[in-house]
């Protein structure tokens, strides 16, 4: 069981409609790059967080069983210091995350399941579900704002992926002109040459 985990695992183990929050989005992107934006730890701490906020990693290990701790920085210059772990990465359609605060055993910790599914235009419909341990804590969750700063969170993704396409363009070639030359073995990309 993950450091992170807690009595919560036996809650999040069994889907309940009342503990969850649903939010979904069309981003104009393929797919492959938008499950990119949320799997390289390049992009992900790029665009994630509600508007005005900004994230500070600490570590990001972005596979099963790995966990990226970052602080998000709210306007004000108030710090949250968050835990994700990677619990499932089906690329390039799925991503389960346990989310919490940066700490051991935190009993607020809950699982969001993200899907990637492609229209038949090239835009990505993207779902985040979220399961809370309680009907409480995902009420308490709510009351706070996290359906307004999901969105936000979403939005930003949105506006970071025409950017990325053209950048993906532009790397696709240059790779394909190094390839092509023997090119160089980098495997930080995840590709050979």
Not at 76 to 102: C, N, T, V, W
Request: aromatic residues 10%; negative net charge; charged residues 25%.
């Amino acid at each position: 069981m993950p450091a992170n985990a807690s009595q919560s695992e036996t809650h999040l183990s069994t889907w309940a409609l009342d503990r969850e929050i649903v939010l979904s989005r069309v981003i104009n992107a393929p797919r492959e790059l938008v499950f990119s934006a949320w799997a390289d730890p390049r992009h992900l701490p790029q665009w994630f967080g509600p508007a005005g906020f900004r994230v500070e990693t600490k570590s990001m290990d972005i596979r099963v069983g790995g966990e990226w701790r970052f602080d998000m920085i709210a306007p004000d210059g108030k710090r949250y210091s968050d835990r994700m772990q990677f619990r499932r990465i089906e690329r390039p359609h799925l991503i389960e995350i346990d989310h919490g605060a940066d700490k051991d055993n935190d009993p607020g910790i809950f699982r969001t399941t993200i899907t990637f599914d492609e229209q038949s235009d090239g835009k990505t419909v993207i779902t985040l579900r979220q399961l809370h341990p309680t009907k409480a804590q995902r009420d308490a969750r709510i009351g706070f704002g996290a359906v307004e700063f999901g969105y936000q969170t979403l939005e930003k993704l949105a506006q970071r992926s025409p950017n990325a396409v053209t950048l993906l363009n532009e790397y696709e070639q240059i790779w394909y002109a190094l390839s092509a030359s023997g090119g160089p073995d980098d495997s930080r990309f995840g590709v050979t040459g």
